[in-house]
């Protein structure tokens, strides 16, 4: 996909003749400008009838409102179309809130399954992302299993997992190959049905996987003492990468009272989205918002075949894929023993990425140094534990086929670089 295809689908026109970078900029600009024009004189302090002066948002309607909690706002209408997406289940219609971010929906799931519903012991994928880790060492008890082949012990209560696992050490799991999801599922709901008084809970983060996530599809039938939580964030591929907003979506299929507790909770823990993000976020098109993903995984495939022509001795190029799911990250790692022996800065993974910058700079390419992905266009970033020397790093590939040309060129000749400069330090 083209990044002026997607701005006219969702009505925008931009200067075709510009370079795409300065299209991307143009877009986000109007979503900005939309936002000032339009809505910087609805901020007011939110108020209750009777009043003598009325502070009510002019945004606001039935469905759409605040209390005297600032924290409180509550767009049951942008909700309620999401909700839409999703099916019910035999057990459960599904319920649909809106958080802040992604990690502010995980928390405050997290938060209501610890100390809400108590239910006990939380088993983690070993695979999730490393920021739910964190949280999860707060859990008490949480234990960790591999998602490839999950096995649970008896005290098993929460499983929580990310689909399609984002592997941070591919080399240790048989990455060639996605997990299957439904051989996952199937060990979940065989721990449930072996205990049928005890209540369960599965949470799936499928923020890298298309919207929506059809649970049902992998779960052939769900048991009455398993409830359901999907998270993913408004971020990324659901914000056509232009990164405006910062939201997350939970819908979950469970009690009729968590709908209730959850949006108290919301309110009390500040996780509570807000009226800016509402209103600057695009609209959320599932159709389009698959294409990109598809057009990036794609995109990510092609450039994969590219590079894995070649050997690069301590670095090595993984790539995953399977019948239902393509990834749209290229993940690298560097031999660990090297990295343990270079432990002055630079690190070796930031020199790889700076090498692999100054080959994109001689070749025109269009490659971004930093986190996130779901962009038009390429970056390239340390991977979870970014903050140490690590081995492991991500090449987020983008949605636009123009700003992918030299990317794969780039990543060759800058990997080519880092080995050479190996042999002299």
Same mark, same amino acid.
């Given at each position: 996909?083209?990044?002026?295809?997607?701005?006219?689908?969702?009505?925008?026109?931009?200067?075709i003749?510009?370079?795409?970078p300065?299209?991307?900029?143009?877009?986000?600009?109007?979503?900005?400008?939309r936002?000032?024009?339009?809505d910087?004189?609805?901020?007011?302090?939110?108020?209750?009838?009777?009043?003598?002066?009325?502070?009510?948002?002019?945004?606001q309607?039935?469905?759409?409102?605040?209390?005297?909690?600032?924290s409180?706002?509550?767009?049951?209408?942008?909700?309620?179309?999401?909700n839409?997406?999703?099916?019910?289940?035999?057990?459960?219609?599904p319920?649909?809130?809106f958080?802040?971010?992604?990690?502010?929906?995980?928390?405050t799931?997290?938060f209501?399954?610890?100390?809400?519903?108590?239910?006990?012991?939380?088993?983690?994928?070993?695979?999730?992302?490393?920021?739910?880790k964190?949280?999860?060492?707060? +859990?008490?008890?949480a234990?960790?299993?591999?998602?490839y082949?999950?096995m649970?012990?008896?005290?098993?209560?929460?499983?929580?997992?990310?689909?399609?696992?984002?592997?941070t050490q591919?080399?240790?799991?048989?990455?060639?190959?996605?997990?299957?999801?439904?051989?996952?599922?199937?060990? &979940?709901?065989?721990?449930?049905?072996?205990?049928?008084?005890?209540?369960?809970?599965?949470?799936?983060?499928?923020?890298?996987?298309?919207?929506?996530?059809? &649970? +049902?599809?992998?779960?052939?039938?769900?048991?009455?003492?398993?409830?359901?939580?999907?998270?993913?964030?408004?971020?990324?591929?659901?914000?056509?990468?232009?990164?405006?907003?910062?939201?997350?979506?939970?819908?979950?299929?469970?009690?009729a009272?968590?709908?209730?507790?959850?949006?108290?909770?919301?309110?009390?823990?500040?996780?509570?989205?807000?009226?800016?993000?509402?209103?600057?976020?695009?609209?959320?098109?599932?159709?389009?918002?698959?294409?990109?993903?598809?057009?990036?995984?794609?995109?990510?495939?092609? &450039?994969?075949n590219?590079?894995?022509?070649?050997?690069?001795g301590?670095?090595k190029?993984?790539?995953?894929k399977?019948?239902?799911?393509?990834?749209?990250?290229?993940?690298?790692?560097?031999?660990?023993i090297?990295?343990?022996?270079?432990?002055?800065?630079?690190?070796?993974s930031?020199?790889?990425?700076?090498? &692999?910058?100054?080959?994109?700079?001689?070749?025109?390419?269009?490659?971004?140094?930093?986190t996130?992905?779901?962009?038009?266009?390429?970056?390239?970033?340390?991977?979870?534990?970014?903050?140490?020397?690590?081995?492991?790093?991500?090449?987020?590939?983008?949605?636009?086929?123009?700003?992918?040309?030299?990317?794969?060129?780039?990543?060759?000749?800058g990997?080519?670089?880092?080995?050479?400069l190996?042999?002299?330090?």
């Amino acid at each position: 996909m083209k990044l002026q295809s997607l701005a006219k689908q969702l009505g925008i026109s931009t200067d075709i003749s510009a370079k795409t970078p300065l299209a991307y900029r143009q877009i986000r600009t109007y979503f900005i400008n939309r936002f000032h024009h339009l809505d910087r004189g609805k901020f007011q302090s939110p108020s209750i009838f009777p009043s003598t002066e009325l502070q009510r948002n002019e945004s606001q309607n039935e469905k759409e409102f605040s209390v005297y909690q600032r924290s409180d706002y509550t767009p049951e209408y942008l909700e309620g179309r999401f909700n839409k997406m999703f099916m019910k289940s035999s057990v459960a219609t599904p319920r649909t809130l809106f958080f802040n971010s992604g990690m502010a929906t995980i928390s405050t799931v997290m938060f209501l399954l610890k100390n809400v519903k108590k239910l006990g012991t939380l088993y983690i994928g070993e695979n999730a992302y490393f920021e739910t880790k964190w949280l999860s060492e707060d +859990f008490k008890p949480a234990k960790y299993f591999n998602e490839y082949l999950p096995m649970f012990g008896k005290d098993a209560r929460i499983f929580w997992l990310e689909y399609p696992v984002n592997c941070t050490q591919p080399s240790n799991y048989p990455f060639d190959n996605q997990l299957d999801l439904k051989k996952t599922l199937y060990s &979940i709901v065989k721990a449930c049905r072996e205990n049928p008084r005890q209540k369960y809970a599965l949470v799936v983060d499928y923020t890298l996987f298309y919207l929506p996530l059809d &649970i +049902f599809k992998y779960l052939d039938e769900v048991p009455g003492n398993l409830e359901v939580f999907l998270i993913t964030s408004l971020q990324k591929h659901r914000g056509y990468g232009f990164d405006l907003t910062n939201g997350g979506a939970l819908t979950f299929y469970s009690d009729a009272n968590d709908y209730e507790e959850l949006k108290k909770l919301r309110a009390i823990m500040g996780t509570s989205i807000t009226q800016e993000t509402v209103w600057t976020m695009p609209e959320i098109n599932p159709k389009l918002i698959n294409k990109i993903i598809q057009d990036s995984s794609l995109n990510a495939e092609k &450039i994969f075949n590219q590079i894995s022509k070649k050997e690069y001795g301590p670095v090595k190029f993984f790539y995953s894929k399977n019948g239902d799911f393509r990834t749209s990250f290229i993940f690298v790692e560097i031999d660990k023993i090297l990295v343990k022996t270079h432990r002055s800065k630079p690190f070796l993974s930031e020199k790889l990425v700076q090498e &692999i910058i100054t080959a994109a700079k001689k070749n025109s390419a269009v490659l971004v140094n930093g986190t996130s992905f779901g962009l038009p266009f390429s970056r390239i970033f340390k991977n979870s534990e970014r903050y140490e020397n690590t081995n492991s790093l991500r090449i987020a590939i983008g949605y636009d086929e123009n700003m992918c040309v030299g990317v794969a060129k780039s990543i060759i000749e800058g990997t080519e670089n880092f080995v050479n400069l190996l042999k002299t330090i």
